[in-house]
């Protein structure tokens, strides 16, 4: 008997309630009032974050941080350092890439021969370059000197090869004006 006095205790506070045919039963509950001194109450808001994984970011972060300032050493003023995977060497991939122009636009270029590496003009799109290699794009002829182009150059810095793809590091040069090429490499400007 004494086993279910607690449940009786809980019964004599239940009071049915009948909503859309389903019997539920309702607790009251008595408030008793307490007073709280205000001295005692210290709030503090604090946002709980999951840390799990944050110890092996971290340590990325470090190694990225690193990366970063050997990066900056290698960087000169006027270019940007670039860091990406491609799956070849092809000095049209790496265009594409390096430049971020679309493909069918560098096929047009190399067609009209304004593709350039090391100052040579290219015999095929897919012709494979090396580190220390620098790709030009010729733009167009420099608007206050005709003996002089308005390139965009990609220098290959580093080349890391992966499981499935090659990790090239790009020192790229958006805008440079240039001596235009020597002799037979001379670049002419078929509306001039």
Not at 23 to 44: A, G, H, K
Not at 125 to 141: A, P, Q, R, T, Y
Request: glycine fraction near 6%.
């Amino acid at each position: 008997l004494q086993k279910f006095s607690h449940l009786a205790n809980f019964l004599k506070n239940v009071r049915p309630v009948q909503r859309c045919g389903v019997l539920l039963f309702n607790r009251t509950f008595t408030s008793v009032p307490v007073q709280i001194p205000q001295s005692s109450i210290n709030i503090n808001h604090v946002r709980n974050k999951y840390t799990g994984k944050r110890k092996e970011s971290d340590t990325r972060n470090e190694d990225s941080d690193s990366d970063n300032e050997d990066l900056k050493e290698l960087s000169e003023k006027g270019t940007n350092l670039i860091k990406c995977s491609v799956t070849s060497l092809r000095a049209d991939l790496l265009i594409k890439t390096g430049l971020g122009l679309a493909r069918n636009k560098v096929e047009v270029k190399f067609y009209e021969g304004k593709i350039r590496v090391n100052g040579q003009k290219i015999p095929k799109k897919s012709f494979h370059v090396n580190v220390g290699d620098e790709i030009d794009l010729i733009k167009n002829v420099s608007p206050t000197n005709p003996d002089h182009l308005v390139i965009g150059r990609i220098e290959i810095v580093a080349v890391t090869p992966k499981e499935e793809s090659i990790s090239v590091l790009l020192r790229r040069y958006k805008t440079l004006i240039v001596e235009n090429y020597e002799e037979r490499n001379a670049y002419k400007d078929s509306d001039g």
